[in-house]
């Protein structure tokens, strides 16, 4: 049986109790990079929103509820005139980081329709090619009258 002196087996215990604090702080580094990733994504939909902008509006989206990127295109403009209509206003609330690396975007839209004022819509973030998008595909129901 070999006897490790107190100076070595102290050294490794350090040594070991670093590597392991140096990983969980470099993957905390990680997630909060990519947090910052997706709010800026969140950041430059609404922009676009704002400027009406769709072209802009889907290359920061995914959305499901089209084949053809035309009709997508088309339902975006149909989507901008009538927020014009009714005076539609969004915003960014947060982005809050889920399980496993996901992201969710917590936006507020308020209309002349919208009786309770700002309504929100939480929409969930995916990583598409490298690059967070606004997951869209019409499953989402906002109550606005009560």
Do not use: C
Not at 25 to 40: F, I
Not at 64 to 79: G, H, I, V
Not at 85 to 92: D, E, F, R, S, V
């Amino acid at each position: 049986m070999m006897i490790f002196p107190k100076k070595v087996l102290t050294g490794l215990l350090v040594a070991g109790i670093l590597a392991v604090g140096l990983s969980v702080g470099g993957s905390v580094y990680a997630a909060k990079e990519e947090q910052k990733a997706a709010t800026q994504v969140a950041k430059d939909y609404v922009a676009a929103f704002e400027k009406h902008d769709t072209k802009s509006m889907l290359k920061y989206v995914k959305d499901t509820r089209a084949k053809e990127a035309t009709e997508l295109q088309a339902m975006y403009e149909q989507l901008i005139k009538e927020n014009d209509m009714i005076h539609g206003q969004m915003k960014l609330d947060r982005v809050e980081s889920l399980a496993d690396g996901k992201f969710q975007a917590i936006f507020e839209m308020k209309t002349d329709l919208n009786k309770k004022g700002w309504a929100q819509y939480p929409l969930p973030m995916v990583k598409e090619d490298g690059e967070w998008k606004v997951f869209v595909d019409g499953s989402l129901i906002v109550d606005t009258k009560n």
